[in-house]
C-alpha cells in the first residue's frame, strides 16, 4: 500500500506560479512511476504528467507542455508540479498517483491521493 497526499493548491492570477507537492508513505515510493492527473467540474479526469522511478524520464499532456514540470525527490519521498504561466482553463482539482509503470491512462495507476484544488482567476 502507499498512501499519497497531495498539498500547495489554491488561487492563482492567469500568468502566475503554483507548486504543488505530493508526499507519499507506506511501501517504497522509488519502486513507483509518479503522475499528475487533473479533473474539472462536468469533465473526465485527464493526465498532465508522468514521471519514471527514478526521475530521468518525464512525459507532458501537450495542453502543459512548455509550462509545468514534474520531478520528485526519492529520499524525501515526494513528487512535484511546478506549475508556471497559468492559465483560467488550468482550474481543477489535481491528483497525484503510483503505478508501477509510465503511463497517461488512469487504470495504470494502483494508488492516488485526495486532491488539491487549483483555481485560476483571469
Known amino acids: 500500500q502507499v498512501q499519497l497526499v497531495e498539498s500547495g493548491g489554491g488561487l492563482a492570477q492567469a500568468g502566475g506560479s503554483l507548486t504543488l507537492s505530493c508526499a507519499a508513505s507506506?511501501?517504497?515510493?522509488?519502486?513507483?512511476?509518479m503522475a499528475w492527473f487533473r479533473q474539472a467540474p462536468g469533465k473526465d479526469r485527464e493526465f498532465v504528467a508522468v514521471i519514471s522511478r527514478g526521475g530521468g524520464a518525464s512525459s507532458y499532456a501537450d495542453s502543459v507542455k512548455g509550462r509545468f514540470t514534474i520531478s520528485r525527490d526519492n529520499a524525501k519521498n515526494t513528487a512535484y508540479l511546478r506549475m508556471n504561466i497559468l492559465r483560467p482553463e488550468d482550474t481543477a482539482v489535481y491528483y497525484c498517483?503510483?503505478?508501477?509503470?509510465?503511463?497517461?491512462?488512469?487504470?495504470?495507476?494502483?494508488?492516488w491521493g485526495q486532491g488539491t484544488q487549483v483555481t485560476v482567476s483571469s
Open positions: 507506506g511501501r517504497t515510493f522509488s519502486l513507483y512511476a
Open positions: 498517483a503510483a503505478g508501477a509503470t509510465v503511463s497517461g491512462t488512469r487504470e495504470s495507476y494502483d494508488y
